[in-house]
């Protein structure tokens, strides 16, 4: 685009200032400034911010009523521990990945920077024996699935695949990618491994006047994780601009999609169970939850927010909401959240159908610009702009039907957060988290483990505690790693 349609298009957009600049680059700095506004759609952008403005002008009204928020309904959820039930919706998910039906999508777009650490979160170890990252946990489980189900649906070795949509972010792709090709992928077939990138938007200010971080660039900052939908519309790479997630999704003909998060060393990527527990809903969306320890836990609840699912954070409920009880004395409001879904491919592709009318969230910032007088930078002392993100949970009001799973804690979660040394959702919790759940495998399969031994069963051997048979009335009292099952015998 040349610079006049260029200048007249960003002038119409109340945007003009951003080529205030421009007779004072470099033909270098024009092309690049140039490149980066021709791709800006300023004009969502406009509309995203007098949306998030208004949105928030309402819910700050004293004058307007305030929403009217409710537990989950009665038959709006279930939970796990019903063996009969279990069994069937372990059934129903795997025959669905044994005809390869299904397909996984990962946010891992964060770094590890409370952690210390300046690598992409899934590159992290933990601390555990085999010192496997959370990237190789994850793709090692995928792997075991689709053994499970090639094994338990009479399919060919090597047919049921479970592609892996890994969203990564602008700061975060290269390393992702280079960790991948050094470590071979983990075993997977690269064709079979997605990358993509979360979306970003520009950095603006109070007045939603777009801000440059350098004479030739914006100010830009991720879209948040709800960025997840946009970024499945937008071309996987430069030179074919045709394909897409979404597109690939179509061509493989993958109609349900698990989507989590990488901070979780206990995540059961592609769970059976609640793949079943979701499609047997005939769910467009699910949610899974886990109960909240108390009814202070600083955690989101899935609950209803004017008669519509919704996330509610815990500082939109009352002292006397959080405590409140049911007839079965648990929490009325306990189904905490923990960034765990269910899609169909189908309600994917619906999202950008009502997208526009999704509210971003504000988040007020000090953000460092270029002044427009002067070209010179500013790095303010407080806050001067904003940073617009958008949640993954923000499409669940639009969801017709919409389901939710309530698991146990200690085998589905366990987030890694904060610094080494915390106490509380940092790796030493989740070392723990994970070696003790692997204790409970063994003893679930009949086997004694000897206090203070500690065992690591790779996710190739046992993704939630099958195919381990062999070990009913041993006894364990040597710690190691276990790579496949034949290893075990060495620890007794």
Same mark, same amino acid.
């Given at each position: 685009?040349?610079?006049?349609?260029?200048?007249?298009?960003? /002038?119409?957009?109340?945007?003009?200032?951003?080529?205030?600049?421009?007779?004072?680059?470099?033909?270098?700095?024009?092309?690049?400034?140039?490149?980066?506004?021709?791709?800006?759609?300023?004009?969502?952008?406009?509309?995203?911010?007098?949306?998030?403005?208004?949105?928030?002008?309402?819910? +700050?009204?004293?004058?307007?009523?305030?929403?009217?928020?409710?537990?989950?309904?009665?038959?709006?959820?279930?939970?796990?521990?019903?063996?009969?039930?279990?069994?069937?919706?372990?059934?129903?998910?795997?025959?669905?990945?044994?005809?390869?039906?299904?397909?996984?999508?990962?946010?891992?777009?964060?770094?590890? @920077?409370?952690?210390?650490?300046?690598?992409?979160?899934?590159?992290?170890?933990?601390?555990?024996?085999?010192?496997?990252? +959370?990237?190789?946990?994850?793709?090692?489980?995928?792997?075991? +699935?689709?053994?499970?189900?090639?094994?338990?649906?009479?399919?060919?070795?090597?047919?049921?695949?479970?592609?892996?949509?890994?969203?990564?972010?602008?700061?975060?792709?290269?390393? @992702?990618?280079?960790?991948?090709?050094?470590?071979?992928?983990?075993?997977?077939?690269?064709?079979?491994?997605?990358?993509?990138?979360?979306?970003? +938007?520009?950095?603006?200010?109070?007045?939603?006047?777009?801000?440059?971080?350098?004479?030739?660039?914006?100010?830009?900052?991720?879209?948040?994780?709800?960025?997840?939908?946009?970024?499945?519309?937008?071309?996987?790479?430069?030179?074919?601009?045709?394909?897409?997630?979404?597109?690939?999704?179509?061509?493989?003909?993958?109609?349900?999609?698990?989507?989590?998060?990488?901070?979780?060393?206990?995540?059961?990527?592609? /769970?059976?169970?609640?793949?079943?527990?979701?499609?047997?809903?005939?769910?467009?969306?699910?949610?899974?939850?886990?109960?909240?320890?108390?009814?202070?836990?600083?955690?989101?609840?899935?609950?209803?927010?004017?008669?519509?699912?919704?996330?509610?954070?815990?500082?939109?409920?009352?002292?006397?909401?959080?405590?409140?009880?049911?007839?079965?004395?648990?929490?009325?409001?306990?189904?905490?959240?923990?960034?765990?879904?269910?899609?169909?491919?189908?309600?994917?592709?619906?999202?950008?159908?009502?997208?526009?009318?999704?509210?971003?969230?504000?988040?007020?910032?000090?953000?460092?610009?270029?002044?427009?007088?002067?070209?010179?930078?500013?790095?303010?002392?407080?806050?001067?702009?904003?940073?617009?993100?958008?949640?993954?949970?923000?499409?669940?009001?639009?969801?017709?039907?919409?389901?939710?799973?309530?698991?146990?804690?200690?085998?589905?979660?366990?987030?890694?957060?904060?610094?080494?040394?915390?106490?509380? /959702?940092?790796?030493?919790?989740?070392?723990?988290?994970?070696?003790?759940?692997?204790?409970?495998?063994?003893?679930?399969?009949?086997?004694?483990?000897? /206090?203070?031994?500690?065992?690591?069963?790779?996710?190739?051997?046992?993704?939630?505690?099958?195919?381990?048979?062999?070990?009913?009335?041993?006894?364990?009292?040597?710690?190691?790693?276990?790579?496949?099952?034949?290893?075990?015998?060495?620890?007794?």
């Amino acid at each position: 685009m040349s610079y006049d349609a260029l200048k007249a298009r960003y /002038d119409a957009a109340g945007q003009g200032h951003l080529l205030k600049l421009w007779p004072t680059l470099s033909p270098a700095e024009q092309t690049a400034l140039a490149t980066q506004l021709d791709n800006l759609n300023v004009e969502r952008v406009n509309r995203i911010y007098k949306t998030a403005i208004s949105s928030e002008a309402t819910t +700050l009204d004293p004058n307007v009523p305030s929403s009217v928020i409710e537990p989950l309904p009665k038959g709006a959820s279930d939970s796990v521990g019903d063996a009969a039930k279990d069994k069937e919706w372990r059934r129903i998910g795997l025959e669905a990945i044994s005809r390869g039906q299904v397909g996984v999508l990962l946010m891992a777009g964060g770094q590890g @920077t409370r952690l210390g650490s300046s690598a992409p979160k899934g590159c992290y170890d933990i601390g555990l024996p085999s010192h496997k990252s +959370l990237f190789q946990y994850q793709a090692e489980r995928i792997a075991r +699935l689709q053994t499970v189900a090639e094994n338990e649906f009479n399919k060919p070795a090597g047919s049921v695949i479970i592609p892996w949509y890994v969203m990564t972010s602008g700061p975060t792709r290269r390393e @992702t990618l280079a960790f991948f090709t050094q470590h071979a992928y983990f075993g997977l077939k690269p064709e079979n491994v997605i990358f993509f990138e979360q979306g970003t +938007l520009p950095c603006l200010t109070m007045e939603g006047k777009v801000l440059l971080d350098s004479p030739s660039h914006v100010a830009v900052a991720p879209d948040g994780n709800g960025g997840l939908y946009a970024a499945t519309r937008s071309p996987l790479s430069p030179s074919d601009k045709s394909r897409t997630v979404l597109s690939d999704l179509a061509q493989r003909k993958i109609l349900y999609i698990h989507a989590y998060c990488v901070d979780n060393c206990l995540v059961r990527v592609a /769970d059976p169970i609640f793949l079943g527990y979701s499609i047997s809903k005939q769910a467009d969306c699910a949610a899974k939850v886990v109960p909240k320890t108390h009814p202070t836990e600083s955690v989101g609840v899935v609950a209803y927010r004017d008669n519509k699912p919704s996330v509610v954070e815990y500082s939109e409920i009352s002292k006397e909401q959080a405590e409140r009880r049911d007839e079965s004395g648990e929490l009325s409001f306990r189904a905490g959240n923990i960034a765990n879904h269910f899609y169909t491919t189908a309600y994917l592709n619906s999202v950008e159908s009502f997208e526009e009318e999704l509210a971003f969230h504000i988040a007020r910032k000090k953000i460092p610009h270029i002044d427009m007088e002067t070209g010179e930078v500013i790095k303010p002392s407080k806050p001067n702009g904003m940073k617009l993100e958008m949640f993954v949970f923000d499409v669940f009001p639009y969801t017709k039907r919409f389901a939710v799973l309530e698991v146990e804690r200690k085998e589905d979660f366990s987030p890694l957060k904060n610094a080494p040394g915390t106490g509380s /959702d940092d790796p030493d919790t989740s070392r723990r988290d994970l070696i003790t759940q692997h204790k409970r495998f063994l003893e679930r399969a009949g086997a004694t483990v000897k /206090d203070g031994v500690e065992i690591e069963i790779s996710p190739l051997v046992s993704y939630a505690g099958e195919g381990l048979e062999s070990v009913n009335g041993k006894t364990f009292t040597k710690s190691g790693i276990v790579e496949n099952v034949e290893e075990l015998d060495v620890l007794v």
